[in-house]
């Protein structure tokens, strides 16, 4: 039939190709943070809408006419003309009908020659202003991360929820109750000055850190919507350490922690998907503009005295980055780090890290008793992962049978199919490895 | 396939204008990049000879000589044609194959594949009725 070789022929180039990618994702968000600018934060759900809508009216016509010469400012002028409409309608606006008119036709009056008045720089304001609005203390964590993703990032709410392992309803539930508190609590749409500023700061970098770790972490959510997840994240990190208010050392080592280890992000998996281990990865495969991007932002991150766990962490990312293969890793310069981040941050994933980093310079013994000083005292146990570094120490050590039986443990707790048969391999391994002794 | 001589018009009615509303931007910009490459490709192939979006709104005319003029939209959002595209194509097999590539269909959007009538239905019921009525009237 002729029809199934027509859907298997390439997309004719010419216009599609010049849908950039992620292009309506970026613009939804800069064109949410513009409209949230003009009718209010409290009103976020309808910027939303009318940028939806305007997405909706590219969808409905551009594979007809063809896509314009230059999309960005279409959809601009489109989420423009719907919200002229909206307010014109809408009676709630009557009071500040007149000035939310006049900004929007002075937003974007040029519409021929596709320029807004308004400078990226203004967009950025805004959309910082957005983020921190996002990310306020009043809101819960977990409805940051999804107000942020939705609003900043253009993900629907099925997508967050894939990435959560969550329901859409329970997302969809979230982020209402999201929209709710900023209208309730008054939450101001604004770049936070003076003293308040370094605190509500530090509320926007935790959110892009969860966001970048829930992206990284390779436990949960679907691996596609996951790297997606991270590249947002170091979007907006960017995007916040090139503005003045967030031009600073902690920032900076947020961007650096991300880019560094953003850039090893595809090496972790092999064509099948399968997990592959540090010292496995194909070297050559890391991304060297995000690590250059990485190491620029460490060095900005040095200025001044702050040291905080980005900066560690963003120092341990970039020992591996540096080091040309897996044996010429620094590891006492890892360890040294991982010494310093305990102190700031003593969960019990830093303190397995840790234990690695032990046994890379004192040999498995010590890496062993490191683990078996932690494995009670905090939520481990179930952790697979430790087992899994247990079992490494044992081989190093040529105790396959202690190996093995620490493999089989942690088989028991992971129910990650790539962990699992990442983890099986081993198992062989480690058996083979016991019967030729 | 044998090599059709002739070839029959469809329309496909691209029904439903919600099914987009939940999607994310990416997947706005897929579909519409899927819509657009399809569209292209068919017109180059000759499939599609044309095809338009239509919009929601409009006017409805009804009543003797059209008194009833109302503001659309005239069904609901999920029965609401939002878009068309004019086949020519050997069969009906072929234009059903085609409207299965929709990139819609996997949001919810409905396709409606019709043939185009070589003639109006109601012309053709009063040329029919006509034709009886002549035949009545030479059998009497």
């Known amino acids: 039939m002729s029809h199934l070789a027509d859907t298997t022929a390439a997309p004719p180039t010419g216009e599609i190709s010049r849908l950039a990618d992620h292009l309506f994702r970026h613009e939804a968000g800069k064109l949410v943070s513009v409209l949230t600018g003009i009718f209010g934060i409290e009103r976020l759900q309808l910027a939303e809408d009318v940028v939806q809508e305007a997405l909706v009216r590219a969808l409905q016509t551009w594979p007809y006419y063809g896509v314009p010469k230059n999309p960005a400012a279409w959809l601009t002028q489109t989420a423009k003309n719907l919200a002229l409409d909206l307010i014109r309608r809408e ?22 020659a596709g320029e807004t008045p308004l400078l990226d720089g203004e967009i950025n304001d805004e959309r910082l202003r957005l983020m921190f609005a996002c990310c306020h203390p009043l ?40 929209r709710q508190r900023i209208r309730e609590l008054h939450i101001p749409f604004e770049i936070p000055s003076g003293q308040e500023s370094s605190i509500r700061l530090d509320g926007v970098l935790q959110t892009l850190y969860l966001l970048f770790n829930e ?139 840790r234990a690695v980093a032990m046994a890379q310079v004192h040999g498995p013994r010590a890496g062993i008793e490191a683990v078996e000083n932690i494995r009670h005292q905090q939520a481990l146990e179930s952790y ?38 990442l983890l099986s391999k081993r198992l062989r391994d480690c058996e083979a490895a016991g019967d030729r002794r | 396939m044998s090599t059709p001589t002739t070839k029959s018009d469809y329309l496909l009615l691209f029904r439903g204008n919600d099914w987009d509303k939940d999607l994310s931007p990416e997947q706005l910009q897929r579909v519409v990049s899927d819509w657009a490459a399809w569209f292209e490709r068919l017109t180059q192939q000759g499939k599609a000879v044309g095809g338009h979006p239509l919009r929601a709104e409009g006017k409805l005319v009804s009543g003797r000589k059209g008194r009833a003029v109302a503001d659309g939209p005239f069904a609901e959002s999920k029965e609401a044609i939002g878009g068309y595209f004019h086949l020519q194509v050997a069969d009906e097999n072929e234009a059903v194959a085609i409207a299965q590539q929709c990139p819609g269909l996997e949001y919810g959007a409905v396709v409606e594949v019709r043939p185009v009538a070589e003639m109006c239905t109601v012309r053709a019921r009063a040329l029919e009725a006509s034709s009886r009525a002549e035949q009545l009237a030479g059998a009497a």
């Open chain 1, 91 to 112: 009676k709630t606006f009557q009071d500040k009908q007149p000035e939310i008119i006049t900004f929007i036709e002075q937003w974007s009056s040029s519409s021929d």
């Open chain 1, 139 to 178: 809101i819960a964590p977990e409805a940051q991360t999804a107000l942020a993703l939705k609003t900043l990032c253009g993900f629907s709410p099925a997508e967050i929820a894939k990435a959560f392992l969550t329901t859409e309803a329970a997302i969809a539930k979230r982020l209402v109750r999201a």
């Open chain 1, 215 to 353: 992206g990284y972490k390779a436990s949960s959510g679907e691996s596609l919507v996951r790297e997606e997840l991270c590249r947002e994240a170091i979007r907006l990190t960017a995007l916040l350490a090139a503005h003045p208010i967030g031009n600073q050392p902690r920032v900076h080592a947020l961007a650096a922690l991300m880019f560094l280890n953003g850039a090893r992000l595809r090496a972790r998996m092999d064509a099948e998907g399968n997990i592959l281990r540090l010292e496995e990865q194909d070297r050559s495969s890391w991304d060297k503009t995000m690590i250059a991007r990485g190491m620029f932002h460490l060095a900005r991150s040095a200025a001044g005295d702050d040291l905080s766990e980005y900066h560690l962490q963003a120092g341990i990312a970039a020992c591996h980055c540096a080091a040309k293969d897996y044996g010429s890793t620094d590891w006492p310069q890892i360890l040294s780090l991982y010494d310093q981040l305990i102190q700031i941050d003593d969960s019990p994933v830093v303190a397995l890290n």
């Open chain 1, 384 to 421: 697979h992962l430790l087992y899994a570094v247990l079992a490494e120490f044992e081989s190093q050590l040529k105790d396959f049978q202690a190996a093995a039986n620490h493999l089989r443990k942690a088989l028991q707790l992971t129910e990650m199919k790539s962990e699992q048969s």
